[in-house]
């Protein structure tokens, strides 16, 4: 699986600017990947108090974006997540949209960040990222949700051999990022595919650092603080031999968990 994350700065509050800006990404594409990663809160960034004016109604827009450009480049799109206003309230929402330009995932990020105040503005998720392309089981989580191991490795049960991780993950905390995302890919004997962003907005400066990690926990390719699209070429096949080495998932003992 060839993948590419596309690490970019973010216009505060301006999905007009912001889509277009993505469609050069596309445009510019080299080596074809099989799937295009995208950061989180794309189309917004954390313009939180406005979202009642600029999230997408149901994610309709964007969605109809997403599937264009799915099928004129023909690649796969975890497309990181968009404000999703919906009748209850908004939701972080990521969507994957497979080469053919079908809807296959929405996921609602399940834990809100109250340093960043989602609380205030935000409904959260209830239900799990998994999900397939071309017949392999993966799935996906939003930023603040990789602090909570207990969630990745429900996802898992399910046999996903990627977890892909899209974030506004700030600066400050960037080595935390790190750590984390080689815990869950070790812990879960998985890939870990991780798309940051970097730039700043009003409140916060963000690190970048997006990451593709192995099943052993090595970095695969790793990006710095610029905009930049990170490449990289996993073999899935490494999943199951390292599954089958250490079967952490057969010598679980949930009955001794709380």
Known sequence: MKVALFQMDIEFGDPKTNVEKMDRQFEQLTNMPDVVVLPELWTTGYDLSRLDEIADRNA???????????????????????????????????????????LVKDYDKVHLFRLMNEEKYLLSGNKTGTFQLDQQPLSGVICYDIRFPEWTRTQMLDGAKVLFVVAQWPKPRIDHWRALLMSRAIENQCFVIACNRVGSDPNNTFGGQSIIVNPWGEVISEAGEEETVLYGDIDLSEVDDIRKQIPVFTDRRPSLYK
Request: proline share 0%.
């Open 60 to 102: 309709d827009q964007v969605f109809q974006t997403l599937s264009q450009w799915a099928k004129k480049y023909q690649l796969h799109i975890i497309a990181g997540s968009v404000a999703k206003q919906t009748d209850a309230g908004v939701t972080n929402t990521m969507l994957v949209v497979d080469a053919h330009g079908n």
